[in-house]
């Protein structure tokens, strides 16, 4: 069955740390994974956008990883900012024939003065 | 437009009575995507337009949900005979095309739906 799940599920952190958010997946066959931050009532927005082949992106302050022999993909946020709080939703999409995204539950991040 | 825009952004309706919601693409954006999500989860996939065709629709719970995109720009997402399980932020997304792994979506604001 395609899963994606994410930890943690919740995460608080104080404004200048970092963080690394995690991803593990059973989608196959895999096209990419994308990690998107979604804002309190707001759709998602995407940060980064991995295919098999790539094993590193960054977005300025947000690197994400992947790892497609183990399946795991992680988000490192540097130096974090009240802004950052939002939910980190990682995003696999199958290869077929017909539109198959799968969304994590996400990790919700709360950053704090 | 700037972005993916949809109305309503609250809709309150009672069990039973039918609701549509409605999504207006980024302009030229050929590809729109409804997708529902609950309180805590992620999105969940419902239905994906290329054009005016729904390229995919094996999202939808039942058919009591319906979409279409007639002129292949704005969207409606049809839901018959609410119930309160229904009950979610309904978001739709568009992209420029689908075309491969580097297609990015756009999301809309979402429309939060609540049945009664």
């Known amino acids: 069955k395609n899963q994606v799940e994410q930890s943690p599920q919740s995460l608080i952190i104080l404004e200048g740390k970092n963080c690394t958010l995690q991803?593990?997946?059973?989608?196959?066959?895999?096209?990419?994974l994308r990690w998107y931050k979604q804002d309190t009532g707001r759709g998602p927005v995407s940060l980064t956008i991995?295919?098999?082949?790539?094993n590193t992106k960054s977005n300025g302050r947000y690197t994400a990883t992947l790892d497609a022999d183990t399946k795991q993909s992680s988000l490192h946020i540097t130096a974090s900012q009240l802004s950052d709080s939002a939910s980190y939703i990682c995003?696999?999409?199958?290869?077929?024939?017909?539109?198959?995204?799968?969304f994590g539950a996400g990790t919700r991040l709360f950053v704090k003065a | 437009g700037a972005g993916v825009s949809q109305t309503p952004s609250n809709k309150v309706t009672e069990k039973g009575k039918y609701v549509e919601l409605r999504c207006d693409p980024i302009?030229?954006?050929?590809?729109l995507y409804w997708y529902r999500q609950s309180l805590g989860q992620g999105p969940e996939f419902l239905i994906y337009?290329?054009?005016?065709?729904?390229?995919?629709d094996s999202g939808l719970p039942n058919d009591r949900f319906f979409a279409v995109r007639p002129e292949g720009s704005v969207s409606t997402l049809k839901i018959q005979r609410t119930e309160r399980g229904d009950s979610a932020v309904y978001l739709c997304a568009s992209s420029l095309k689908r075309d491969g792994p580097t297609d990015t979506q756009y999301f809309g604001p979402g429309t939060r739906l609540t049945v009664l």
């Open positions: 995003v696999v999409s199958v290869a077929t024939g017909g539109f198959k995204t799968i």
């Open positions: 991995m295919t098999f082949s790539e």
């Open positions: 991803c593990n997946y059973t989608v196959s066959p895999f096209s990419n």
């Open positions: 302009s030229g954006h050929t590809a």
């Open positions: 337009f290329q054009g005016t065709g729904a390229a995919d």
